[in-house]
T-cell receptor
């Protein structure tokens, strides 16, 4: 099946630092999605990217859809303690509703 | 709207027992799905449904059954629980092809 390689697996940062994480695939996808899962909760959609090269922001979060359509990046600026959680990338293969998720990046922010 | 609700939040089963995880949504979404989340494995699709009366298998369907008699409900049945089914289970429904909303999860332990 489709596989997404998400890195890093985990990050430990100080409050105020910027964060970057990425997701790559050997296949081309038309949509890239980023979700955040807080402890004890289900994942929540942060950003959806629909067009190669697209750069989209949501507050301190910025995500980019790679030109090759095989990767995506998520940046968090000026991290705060509530950014703690697992960040998942996900892709949609097309008109069906099935999503494939990466294994996640666990983010810890030290105040 | 309550969104996607799941019951129970926690469950402990003995090997060989059966049980049903409940999932309901009040957003009139046609597409619903079940995932399991294991450490380091991300979210893996168990079963999904594109509408009442229609279900299909995902990536890891063995040991699980589903049915979809109404738009609102999508229960997941474990026929004979095994320790390998210890996991966190998430139900989700889609507003669109890309926007997936998750429930709060059921934490299942099989001893």
């Amino acid at each position: 099946g489709q596989q997404l390689n998400q890195s890093p697996q985990s990050m430990f940062i100080q409050e105020g630092e910027d964060v970057s994480m990425n997701c790559t695939s050997s296949s081309i996808f038309n949509t890239w999605l980023w979700y955040k899962q807080e402890p004890g909760e289900g994942p929540v959609l942060l950003i959806a990217l629909y067009k190669a090269g697209e750069l989209t922001s949501n507050g301190r979060l910025t995500a980019q859809f790679g030109i090759t359509r095989k990767d995506s990046f998520l940046n968090i600026s000026a991290s705060i303690p509530s950014d703690v959680g697992i960040y998942f990338c996900a892709v949609s293969g097309g008109s069906n509703y099935k999503l494939t998720f990466g294994k996640g990046t666990l983010l810890t922010v030290n105040p | 709207n309550a969104g996607v609700t799941q019951t129970p939040k926690f469950q402990v089963l003995k090997t060989g027992q059966s049980m049903t995880l409940q999932c309901a949504q009040d957003m009139n979404h046609e597409y619903m799905s079940w995932y399991r989340q294991d450490p380091g494995m991300g979210l893996r699709l168990i079963h999904y449904s594109v509408g009442a009366g229609i279900t299909d298998q995902g990536e890891v369907p063995n040991g699980y059954n589903v049915s979809r008699s109404t738009t609102e409900d999508f229960p997941l049945r474990l026929l004979s629980a095994a320790p390998s089914q210890t996991s966190v289970y998430f139900c989700a429904s889609n507003r669109s092809v890309y926007e997936q909303y998750f429930g709060p999860g059921t934490r299942l332990t099989v001893t």
